[in-house]
């Protein structure tokens, strides 16, 4: 199924009536729900999908259109990456650094929401892979992880960001001290700023509680600041005759 489906992503006409995006959502749907004994055949899938997104670099780029597929191309790539890692948890793991090198490259290229979001969303299930040794990526990523969560005025990218940092928090446990300032700085300019989406803060209380729980005794530093924010937070009143329920 797997081979059929990456045939049918690479027709000719694959950029015509969705062929492309509907092949690789089987195969992600596959992946997903693909049996334990399939492991090996997915580790052979893993290595054919990262060169595909590495070669979507070199693509001649002459038209919108042809920039508008090679993101496509790439958010899907990005997918896929995603779950297989995610299926083959710490199996993966010999191919992280390959995934890494392209998702860093994907970041450095430029600001597309879509791309930056499945990027994020891989780069989390490669924390989960690589428990412990996905310290020697932070060095590179936190930049890219910063600006993730400093991107309010793309809040899915900002609410991916924060995922992220649970998923770093939970693989690197007391290891993520080093970065916590910055994270927990940009965490807290969050929380205040009226024009974020209010939907991305909630995520945000969590994700004290996932910094805490890596960090353990260090939070104390921080304890005073979200302390006080989730006093503010519990003392929020919604007016129950016009609530709003998203609110």
């Given at each position: 199924i797997a081979r059929a489906l990456l045939a049918a992503s690479e027709r000719a006409d694959a950029g015509e009536h969705i062929l492309r995006c509907s092949a690789y959502e089987a195969l992600n749907t596959t992946v997903t729900n693909s049996a334990e004994d399939t492991k090996d055949a997915i580790l052979h899938l893993l290595p054919i999908i990262i060169t595909r997104l590495e070669a979507t670099f070199s693509l001649q780029i002459v038209s919108n259109?042809?920039?508008?597929?090679?993101?496509?191309?790439?958010?899907?790539?990005?997918?896929?990456?995603?779950?297989?890692?995610?299926?083959?948890?710490?199996?993966?793991?010999?191919?992280?650094?390959?995934?890494m090198a392209v998702f860093l490259q994907l970041f450095a290229a430029g600001?597309?929401?879509?791309?930056?979001?499945?990027a994020l969303m891989a780069v989390g299930a490669v924390a989960n892979a690589t428990e412990g040794?996905?310290?020697?990526?932070?060095?590179?990523?936190?930049?890219?992880?910063?600006?993730?969560?400093?991107?309010?005025?793309?809040?899915?990218?900002?609410?991916?960001?924060?995922?992220?940092i649970g998923d770093v928090?939970?693989?690197?446990?007391?290891?993520?001290?080093?970065?916590?300032?910055?994270?927990?700085?940009?965490?807290?300019?969050?929380?205040?700023?009226?024009?974020?989406?209010?939907?991305?803060?909630?995520?945000?209380?969590?994700?004290?509680?996932?910094?805490?729980l890596a960090i353990g005794g260090a939070f104390e530093k921080y304890l005073q600041l979200t302390m006080s924010m989730l006093?503010?937070?519990?003392?929020?009143s919604v007016?129950?005759?016009k609530a709003d329920p998203d609110l």
């Open positions: 259109d042809d920039r508008e597929s090679q993101i496509e191309l790439q958010g899907l790539l990005c997918g896929t990456l995603q779950v297989a890692t995610q299926k083959l948890a710490e199996q993966a793991a010999p191919h992280c650094d390959r995934m600001k597309n929401t879509t791309v930056h979001e499945e040794d996905f310290l020697k990526y932070m060095p590179h990523f936190q930049q890219f992880l910063s600006l993730g969560l400093a991107n309010v005025e793309e809040y899915q990218v900002c609410a991916v960001a924060i995922g992220v928090c939970r693989a690197l446990e007391a290891k993520v001290l080093p970065y916590c300032d910055e994270i927990v700085n940009l965490l807290l300019q969050n929380v205040a700023n009226p024009a974020l989406n209010r939907n991305v803060k909630p995520p945000i209380l969590s994700c004290f509680g996932d910094i805490a006093g503010q937070a519990s003392v929020t007016g129950a005759s």
